[in-house]
Nanobody, 128 residues
Framework: QVQLVESGGGLVQAGGSLRVSCAASGGTFSAYAMGWFRQAPGKEREFVAGINRSGSTTYYADSVKGRFTISRDNAKNTMYLQMSSLKPEDTAVYYC?????????????????????WGQGTQVTVSS
């Protein structure tokens, strides 16, 4: 059974930075594209960033482009999301997920239904 565990969330002031991590086990990490999603109170879960198997291709939601960086270290079975210039509207539970389909592009990477395994999430709170 694939297991994903997010960590690194916390409270940060607006304009600050934070890095969240996603540790994977129970599968061949390097064989799958991955993604970060977030869900704020009262909101639908939304796509944040995606990364292909090797890490050579990344996709970002317009709302985080230029501020967030997704990366992965396949040797450590870990994916990261480096967040900078944080805004109160970034406050949400951040989830990592495994991409379940084959062909990968920007539209498909942002499609929540294309992902199967999900982590438990880590809370990121940005104060104003």
């Amino acid at each position: 059974q694939v297991q994903l565990v997010e960590s690194g969330g916390g409270l940060v002031q607006a304009g600050g930075s934070l890095r969240v991590s996603c540790a994977a086990s129970g599968g061949t990490f390097s064989a799958y594209a991955m993604g970060w999603f977030r869900q704020a109170p009262g909101k639908e879960r939304e796509f944040v960033a995606g990364i292909n198997r090797s890490g050579s291709t990344t996709y970002y939601a317009d709302s985080v482009k230029g501020r967030f960086t997704i990366s992965r270290d396949n040797a450590k079975n870990t994916m990261y999301l480096q967040m900078s210039s944080l805004k109160p509207e970034d406050t949400a539970v951040y989830y990592c997920a495994v991409y379940a389909s084959i062909f990968y592009n920007g539209d498909r990477a942002a499609d929540t239904s294309k992902y199967n395994h999900w982590g438990q999430g880590t809370q990121v709170t940005v104060s104003s």
